[in-house]
């Protein structure tokens, strides 16, 4: 009993087995690696040597890893060279290299402004002749820059004189049009897809502007036009050619119509090279280069019977032009009692056109000799060739484009009469010296281009028909005294820029809003 008791307190007080050993639940293995079990017993080898394996392999296992991520983190540098030729392990270019990683997660475009931020449409029709057109279009612009509106392509609108269809397209170009003005003004080529009242749109008083006053403010249009444009979305607006003032809009705002007048508005190609074809033949017409006068004459049917002037002829071409004008303007003409006291009058003031005689006259008064080459644009002269006989005793070098040119170079132009008088402003417009007859838009136009375009160093007369209607008309005034009156008179008459005033012609004299002075 007393070996028996030492045994057990012995046991109890070993350091090397802790009591509760087997309540710990270890693996043999680790119980051993603790020194839970005694090495020396068979179970406890057993387990170390398969401790010993699994850590061997571990161990294995890591370094392979390590090698191998080495290698790709060196891969570039672990070159080898062999004479001149260079051994690199293959690698592949990382994506970022080409292509943003993170572009997937942006959404941004170039902004382009959508059509639902235009305050409306405009529409418009230009009437008249081209150059009544012109204005018309540059008008267009003006206010659809003012009420930040967009501008439909403006549609040239059959006269009644000329009976001409042609088309934007046929006379200038639209590409230029359009991408010329594409800062200032959207202009669109046709009426959008879906507004589904193409037909009525210049029927239906809904979808027309009407009652606009003549040389109307910028104002007016942002007060009484605009809001009717963005409640309908689309709108016409006529008439429209003279329906925006010149002085009381802004300053930008007839600079633009004069980009859209000398700039903007560019004539087809071909019509450019058949002006420059007919200019030429003008300089070279006696064999030498010189110089050559446009003179536009104003003495068309329409223009003798709208004027309401009195001019000389037999008494049955008055009594044919009175029964024109009563059919054509019968409440102007009412009984025609009164047209000679207010024939006399418009001569006076100097509101009648000139006839060809009497501005032969003004020529020769002015200097110009009987050699002078005369390049005519004009319609079919009213009387014929009786009332063109004093101009071409007088100037017999007189030639039209007709006589210039030949029928086949012309045939192409004779489909739209706007290209007949396209050919004509552009020979007038690069003649060495320009005279007119008479006002209108034709003549306001050239004045303002060659202003505009430095040819005011070369002579556009503006005749006084006043002074002339008075020296004409006195049977007491030598000629010698008509000569140094005309002379004198037109001195200031030659097209020089003037300063402007209330009430201006933007068209004739761009001076004060489009131009600067030189250095």
């Not at 202003?451 to 209607?469: N, Q, V, W």
């Amino acid at each position: 009993m007393a070996e028996l008791r030492h045994s057990t307190d012995a046991h109890r007080s070993s350091p090397l087995l802790p009591h509760h050993h087997k309540r710990l639940g270890l693996p043999s293995p680790l119980r051993s690696l603790l020194a839970l079990e005694d090495p020396r017993s068979p179970s406890a080898s057993s387990s170390y040597r398969i401790l010993l394996a699994l850590l061997a392999f571990l161990l294995l296992a890591a370094a392979f890893s390590a090698t191998s991520v080495w290698s790709r983190l060196n891969a570039p540098y672990l070159c080898q060279k062999d004479g001149i030729t260079l051994h690199c392990p293959e690698t592949k270019e990382a994506p970022s290299l080409w292509e943003n990683p993170r572009a997937a997660t942006t959404s941004w475009k170039p902004y382009v402004p959508p059509e639902n931020e235009t305050s409306g449409y405009i529409f418009i029709h230009a009437e008249g002749g081209l150059n009544q057109q012109r204005i018309a279009i540059c008008n267009a612009v003006a206010i659809a820059k003012i009420m930040k509106a967009t501008l439909i392509l403006p549609v040239l609108k059959q006269d009644q004189i000329w009976k001409d269809q042609t088309k934007f397209e046929d006379i200038f170009d639209v590409d230029h049009f359009i991408n010329y003005l594409k800062d200032d003004v959207r202009i669109v080529r046709d009426i959008p897809d879906w507004f589904t009242e193409k037909d009525e749109l210049f029927t239906s008083i809904k979808r027309t502007v009407k009652n606009i006053p003549k040389y109307a403010s910028a104002q007016f249009y942002i007060d009484n036009v605009l809001p009717r444009i963005k409640e309908k979305k689309i709108m016409s607006i006529k008439p429209f050619v003279d329906r925006l003032g010149y002085d009381n809009v802004p300053m930008e705002i007839n600079r633009l119509r004069c980009r859209v007048n000398y700039h903007a508005l560019k004539f087809l190609p071909d019509i450019e090279e058949m002006a420059d074809k007919l200019a030429a033949r003008m300089r070279n017409r006696t064999g030498s280069v010189n110089p050559y006068m446009a003179l536009h004459l104003r003495f068309e049917k329409g223009m003798v019977g709208l004027s309401f002037c009195d001019f000389a002829g037999t008494r049955e071409e008055k009594e044919m032009m009175a029964a024109y004008r009563q059919k054509e303007w019968p409440r102007r003409y009412k009984n025609g009692s009164h047209l000679w006291p207010l024939a006399l009058q418009k001569r006076k003031e100097g509101r009648c056109p000139l006839e060809p005689g009497e501005i032969a006259i003004i020529l020769r008064a002015l200097g110009y000799t009987r050699g002078t080459q005369i390049y005519v644009a004009s319609g079919q002269v009213y009387g014929g060739k009786n009332r063109m006989a004093p101009l071409r005793n007088m100037f017999p070098n007189l030639v039209t484009k007709e006589e210039l040119a030949s029928a086949a170079e012309m045939a192409p132009f004779r489909k739209h009469v706007t290209s007949l008088a396209a050919l004509d402003f552009l020979v007038c417009l690069r003649s060495d010296a320009f005279v007119m007859t008479h006002g209108g838009n034709f003549a306001k136009l050239i004045m303002g281009a060659r202003r505009y375009g430095g040819r005011h160093r070369l002579k556009s007369i503006k005749p006084d028909k006043g002074l002339m209607s008075k020296s004409l008309g006195d049977p007491h005034m030598g000629w010698a005294a008509f000569s140094d009156d005309v002379v004198i008179t037109h001195q200031t008459r030659a097209g020089l820029p003037e300063p402007t005033f209330p009430n201006y012609d933007l068209w004739e004299n761009p001076l004060t809003p489009c131009m600067c002075p030189t250095a």
